[in-house]
């Protein structure tokens, strides 16, 4: 069946009814194993013999009903992903036919206006006192459609891509059932211990909004992109790192994709969102690469209990009766997450929020606030491996970088080198035996404060060891929003004391 008259908006395509279809097959289907599984797994009951026999036939039965109920478990998350996907199609599809209806009726009243004049005769136009009045009316009324056009078409396409995301996901997933189906001994289904499927709805429905400020520059950048593209470089400590190219140190799409895994820490489970900014230019050593999390926790039910503002290395956890929601495509209600200008720190709300203190007085903070950029995460999901490789090109770059190093020689200077040298070798073969993964430690820019790649030692948890959430918003308060440096300045001061 073709689009219905959406007034030429963009369409979701799609049937949302072969969809629930499928998803009802694949329902009754895992409850068809798992009934399976009970009776296999009853019907050794009856062994009356030793030996053995009886242990390869108990094993041999136990594997079964094992397999079995995990080929229900795969079944039950594929029919739940593909279930959602068709609710997030009919959602979508009923919200541009809203917009469409919007579009229409303010198409209808300017044509309608513009008719008002159309019917008066040319002769008599000039000399009518209404005419004046109905030709204002009309292009005012024009003026209005075409503004209601261009939002709903913008509207519609964001609807578009949001689905068309969730199709790919969605299909990932499937093909990610289709392993764990077969992934047991022999082929046969895997157990219920060896399934793995990423939850890519319950990603959807707690993905964040971002709202940023209207004086944003850096706007998020695709990390994969960003990497691939990036020189290895070797610091003084002879650590490798990654030099960003200057074309992509400031994004300019919303649409970048944003990281986001399940990660289970102090007995807890969190959805963690990773947003990467090519560049920060706000704090006190502005620097490449700036990796910002959001994090959902969860509750047993996988139900959200909190969600995680990170603030210049504190975790600030609000609870979900506290956090600031707005509606989505999919007609979920989704936490806002608002991005500072310039650091990206992630706050609940907008407003000034103090980062440094000067002799006990809050000295630099940060900016949130509305009226800038927007983005929903749940159309730019990229559901995990989050694991980084260097290229074979970046491979050799290193490589030539690390024979660049003097290695000979016994003054205190050679001897530095050598210890240089042989660090970047180091971290070369890690690389190299672990198929092009970043060595742990590899910062995206050189800076000290630039970040780790996630998973090389930061940034793919909620939270460091050690270092709990604190509870409650990040602080408020008034003020300039300054760079630290450029605060120090005109205080005369030395180095800030950032807050907790």
């Given at each position: 069946m073709g689009a219905p008259d959406v007034e030429g908006l963009p369409w979701p395509k799609g049937e949302p009814a072969p969809l629930h279809d499928a998803a009802s097959t694949m329902s009754s289907a895992a409850a068809q194993l798992g009934s399976l599984a009970g009776r296999i797994t009853s019907s050794g009951g009856g062994v009356l013999w030793t030996g053995l026999a009886f242990s390869a036939c108990d094993f041999a039965l136990q594997s079964q009903a094992q397999s079995t109920q995990g080929s229900a478990a795969v079944m039950s998350e594929s029919s739940d992903a593909v279930s959602a996907l068709a609710d997030l199609l009919t959602s979508g599809q009923n919200r541009v036919k809203a917009l469409a209806s919007t579009v229409r009726e303010a198409r209808l009243a300017a044509a309608h206006a513009q008719s008002q004049i159309d019917g008066m005769p040319a002769n008599i136009r000039a000399h009518d006192p209404d005419f004046a009045s109905l030709a204002g009316a009309a292009a005012s009324a024009q003026r209005h459609y075409e503004e209601v056009r261009?939002?709903?078409?913008?509207?519609?396409?964001?609807?578009?891509?949001?689905?068309?995301?969730?199709?790919?996901?969605?299909?990932?997933?499937?093909?990610?059932?289709?392993?764990?189906?077969?992934?047991?001994?022999?082929?046969l289904p895997a157990g219920p211990g060896a399934i793995n499927i990423e939850p890519v709805a319950l990603a959807w429905e707690y993905a964040p909004h971002l709202r940023f400020h209207p004086d944003e520059t850096a706007m998020p950048e695709d990390i994969r992109k960003a990497l691939d593209a990036s020189t290895v470089k070797v610091n003084g400590d002879g650590q490798l790192y990654l030099d960003i190219p200057n074309d992509l140190r400031n994004g300019t799409s919303w649409k970048a994709p944003i990281d986001t895994n399940i990660v289970t820490k102090g007995g807890k489970k969190y959805l963690v969102y990773r947003v990467f900014y090519g560049f920060n230019p706000k704090t006190f050593d502005h620097h490449e690469g700036d990796v910002e999390l959001f994090s959902v926790q969860l509750d047993k039910n996988d139900k959200p209990t909190a969600a995680l503002y990170y603030t210049h290395g504190a975790a600030n956890r609000v609870d979900r009766s506290k956090v600031a929601k707005e509606p989505g495509a999919d007609g979920r209600l989704h936490p806002i997450l608002y991005p500072a200008s310039g650091s990206h720190a992630g706050y609940p709300d907008a407003g000034h929020h103090p980062i440094a203190k000067f002799l006990g007085i809050p000295a630099a903070t940060d900016e949130t606030a509305d009226g800038g950029a927007r983005a929903s995460a749940e159309s730019n999901l990229r559901i995990g491996p989050d694991r980084y490789s260097l290229t074979p090109e970046q491979l050799r770059e290193a490589s030539r970088e690390a024979d660049a190093i003097p290695?000979?020689?016994?003054?205190?200077?050679?001897?530095?080198?050598?210890?240089?040298?042989?660090?970047?070798?180091?971290?070369?073969?890690?690389?190299?035996?672990?198929?092009?993964?970043?060595?742990?430690?590899?910062?995206?820019?050189?800076?000290?404060?630039?970040?780790?790649?996630?998973?090389?030692?930061?940034?793919?948890?909620?939270?460091?060891?050690?270092?709990?959430?604190?509870?409650?918003?990040?602080?408020?308060?008034?003020?300039?929003?300054?760079?630290?440096?450029?605060?120090?300045?005109?205080?005369?001061?030395?180095?800030?004391?950032?807050?907790?």
């Open positions: 261009a939002q709903a078409t913008q509207q519609a396409q964001q609807i578009c891509h949001e689905i068309e995301a969730a199709d790919r996901s969605t299909a990932a997933q499937l093909n990610g059932a289709k392993s764990d189906a077969t992934g047991g001994l022999g082929g290695s000979a020689g016994y003054t205190p200077a050679a001897l530095h080198d050598r210890a240089i040298h042989d660090q970047v070798e180091r971290e070369l073969q890690y690389a190299r035996d672990h198929g092009g993964e970043l060595p742990p430690g590899t910062r995206i820019g050189e800076s000290g404060s630039s970040p780790q790649a996630p998973n090389t030692g930061a940034n793919a948890e909620p939270y460091p060891d050690g270092k709990s959430p604190h509870d409650g918003a990040p602080p408020d308060g008034d003020g300039a929003d300054k760079t630290i440096l450029k605060t120090l300045e005109d205080a005369g001061a030395g180095d800030p004391v950032f807050l907790p």
